[in-house]
Structures are given as C-alpha cells and as structure tokens.
DNA sequence: TAGATTGTTAATCGATTAACAATC
DNA sequence: TAGATTGTTAATCGATTAACAATC
C-alpha cells in the first residue's frame, strides 16, 4: 500500500474511528454508520471524518452510510494491524514492568489488539534471563539478532534520560522504524524512523497551565 | 495571569522551552540563548519561538537574546510550575504504581520538577491502607475529602477503560479540573476541565501505520 | 421515487514562516 | 557605531468546515 503524502493529523484519526468500530461491531448489532455517527462517537466532525476516509478509497454508500464490519477491515488493513505487529520493549524497570503486563491483558482480552510484546532487554546482568510475564529479558546487544530472529517491527523505549538516545541508536540500527519513546527527552533519529512520544512529564507541565483559570 | 486566547499549539510549545532552559541552566553556565538556539535544542523555529513566547511579554533583549535563567523563571510562573502541584492517582494497578514510582524518583532528582503524586485511591479494598512509596491507598469515595484537604489540584487516572468514566466524574466532582487520563477511552468532561491523554494503544495503532513505508 | 448520505470542491479558519523595522 | 537579534506584521501554508452534486 502506499498512498504517500497522507498527513500526520489525519493518520492520528484512523485508530479513532477504529476503535469507534471495533467496539460497535464487538457490542452492538449494526451493520451500517454514518459519518455523521461515527464523528460524534470519535470526538471528530462528519465532514472530516469523510475526508479523512476519502484519502483511502471509497468504503460508504451515498444514502447509506458506511457498512460497520467492511469499513473495520479496511482500517485495520490501512494500518497494518490485520496481522501481529511484534515489539520489542528496552528499559525493563518499573514503568517497562507495567507496560508488559498492560500489553499482555490487552492481547489476551482483546483478540483484536494485534500488537505484542516479544522481547524485553536491560543493561543490568542482574535483570538477564529474569522473565516478566513469560518474556525473557536480555541484553541490550542482543538486540540486532534477537530483532531479526523474531522479527520484531516496533520498539517501546522505557530507559532512563541520559539513556535514551544511545538505545535508540541500537534500535534503529537493529532496522527498527517505529518506536514509542517514554525517556523525558528529544530523539534524534534518521529519516524515514518514526517516534511517538509519550512525554509523561511533558504533558503534566502541560496540564498545570490550565491550573488558575 | 490571564491571557485568555492561547492556543492549545502554543500551551504544548512552552514546556519543551523550560525543559531546554533548566537543562541549559543546569549543565552549562551560559547566560544568554537566542531563539535560534532555543529553537533547534525544542525543535521549534526560531521565529515561532519569538512569537510564542510574544503572547505573555517580551522577554528578550533586540541584538542580545533571551536571558536563561530568567525566561526559565517566567516559563515556571505562566506554566504554574513556581509552586508545588498536588495531583492523586487513581487506579493503583502496575500502570499506576510505576507511575507513582517514576513520580518519586523525578521529583527526588529533579528539585525543580515541582508535580508531585501526593494520594492514591483504588476501589480494591484489599488495597486500602496498603502504601506505595509511602503513600496510601484510599477508597475512591474519600476522593473529594481528601482532595479538599491536601490542596489536590491534579488527577491521574489509570483505571480500566470501563471505569474511566465514573472516576472522571467523581474526580471532577471533588473539584478537579486537569486530568492525565491513561484509559484508552473518549472521556466526556464539563467546559473548563481540562484531559490530556496518554492513550498508549493509540500511539501504537498509529505508528503502526508507518511499518511497510 | 423521495430522502438520505456520500465523496469532493470551494471557502474559511488557524498556524507557521518570512521579512524587517526597532533597538540593544 | 556596526552587528545581532528581538518583537511584530504580512505572506504562506495547511487543515478544517461548509456546501452540494452525485447517487444509493
């Protein structure tokens, strides 16, 4: 698939509506949604909402709508997540921990949650061949072969700052291209490698402008 | 303070500049930055820089730049962050005590990171009265009680999906109003109660994306 | 068919960048 | 003073909304 320039605002939208389908074709019994519909539940106005799909092909009925089942399949196809996307995670403290275990309920409780942890990976000897939730954890210089040998496709980063870019530096090397940052600083990463970033911290300092209004 | 019309690209913008300034301020002893340099260190243009930060004052010196230490002092004061922010977390699964953890260990290191977990509540009552970090657990229903009496003016919540909802209202109840929401669910809150989300399985959805580019 | 809703184009809105006079 | 860099205005760019013909 490659439709190019598709912009980062509106990929952002698509595992909104996604979920929005997921979840009516998961506890309700319809077949069909508007735009109209499928914005108000998505927090997105129809117009956009059609436009957005639009960049894809055409999955509505004029008069209709779109159908529930067809367009879930499509958006699950647009991104990647029709079959099993595998992540390694680096950085196995507390945080690493926990988000291991989250991925493990959301995979086990939601058949349809195609991303999964493989793999973790630590720089302390004390932490190797520990398991969290059945996953061995390794050294970081396994990463390459480990990446390979798995075929891992997706990095979450959950080390200390002054780490951060040293491990992601490995990442990439690895041929990693999408990775999900939780280290409170800015990466510097090679065209065409993808970052999320979960600035935790970030956002917190973000919220408390809003404190005195 | 009241600037009233601040948008929400300028509000992301501000903490990526105090964080280069307590780094600068920290590490270096430099004096001056120009917006240049403030820039490229946030990965922000120059120009943008100026204009952002022209919404709250001039700041800077014409053919000087921007004094670091005292751009930094006014950043914390229109980000709130001169005085200590209480906020609870509620949910005190793995996700929340990592997070409670990570909390502790950024504030004990970092004098200036002035957002500290002060509470914690669960609705497990096995949990109840058990500490993390030598904080707490309480009943949910205490929520507004203590909030009142610790000057909370923050919540986190990380509590399954289908909770979310009641907590948010509860948490808005007591007087809440910035929430840093984990729950991967579209939360509906009143005018004036501000949610930043961490919705980490969306960050993932979308940056899968982005695999076979 | 009549009513509804898509896909798409044009209009609007808002955010970023370019440019430069003011001035340190 | 000469050189540098701010604060600010105008130009550009991109994203969202409005509107409507196409059509189910």
Same mark, same amino acid.
Not at 112 to 120: K, P, T
Not at 127 to 152: D, N, Y
């Given at each position: 698939?490659?439709?190019?320039?598709?912009?980062?605002?509106?990929?952002?939208?698509?595992?909104?509506?996604?979920?929005? #389908?997921?979840?009516?074709?998961?506890?309700?019994?319809?077949?069909?949604?508007?735009?109209?519909?499928?914005?108000? !539940?998505?927090? $997105?106005?129809?117009?956009?909402?059609?436009?957005?799909?639009?960049?894809?092909?055409?999955?509505?009925?004029?008069?209709?709508?779109?159908? $529930?089942?067809?367009?879930?399949?499509?958006?699950? !196809?647009?991104?990647?997540? =029709?079959?099993?996307? !595998?992540?390694? #995670?680096?950085?196995?403290?507390?945080?690493?921990?926990?988000?291991?275990?989250?991925?493990?309920?959301?995979?086990?409780?939601?058949?349809?949650?195609?991303?999964?942890?493989?793999?973790?990976?630590?720089?302390?000897?004390?932490?190797?061949?520990?398991?969290?939730?059945?996953?061995?954890?390794?050294? $970081?210089?396994?990463?390459?072969? $480990?990446?390979?040998?798995?075929?891992?496709?997706?990095?979450?980063?959950?080390?200390?700052? =002054?780490?951060?870019?040293?491990?992601?530096?490995?990442?990439?090397?690895?041929?990693? !291209?999408?990775? #999900?940052?939780?280290?409170?600083?800015?990466?510097?990463?090679?065209?065409?490698?993808?970052?999320?970033?979960?600035?935790?911290?970030?956002?917190?300092?973000?919220?408390?402008?809003?404190? =005195?209004?």
């Amino acid at each position: 698939m490659r439709w190019k320039k598709i912009s980062d605002a509106v990929v952002r939208r698509l595992p909104l509506y996604l979920r929005v #389908l997921e979840e009516v074709s998961r506890d309700e019994d319809r077949k069909l949604m508007s735009s109209q519909e499928l914005g108000e !539940r998505a927090g $997105v106005s129809p117009a956009l909402v059609r436009k957005d799909l639009a960049w894809f092909g055409e999955f509505g009925k004029q008069g209709v709508g779109y159908e $529930v089942s067809y367009l879930r399949d499509e958006l699950r !196809r647009i991104l990647n997540l =029709d079959e099993k996307i !595998r992540v390694a #995670l680096v950085g196995v403290g507390s945080l690493g921990q926990a988000l291991t275990r989250y991925n493990k309920n959301r995979t086990e409780q939601d058949r349809s949650f195609n991303i999964e942890i493989v793999a973790l990976f630590d720089n302390d000897p004390s932490k190797f061949g520990k398991t969290i939730e059945g996953i061995a954890i390794r050294p $970081v210089s396994e990463l390459a072969q $480990v990446v390979k040998e798995l075929g891992v496709q997706m990095a979450i980063v959950t080390v200390p700052a =002054d780490q951060a870019q040293v491990v992601v530096d490995a990442v990439v090397q690895a041929g990693i !291209r999408a990775i #999900l940052n939780f280290a409170p600083t800015k990466l510097v990463v090679p065209e065409g490698v993808h970052v999320a970033s979960a600035d935790l911290s970030l956002e917190l300092q973000r919220l408390a402008y809003y404190l =005195d209004d």
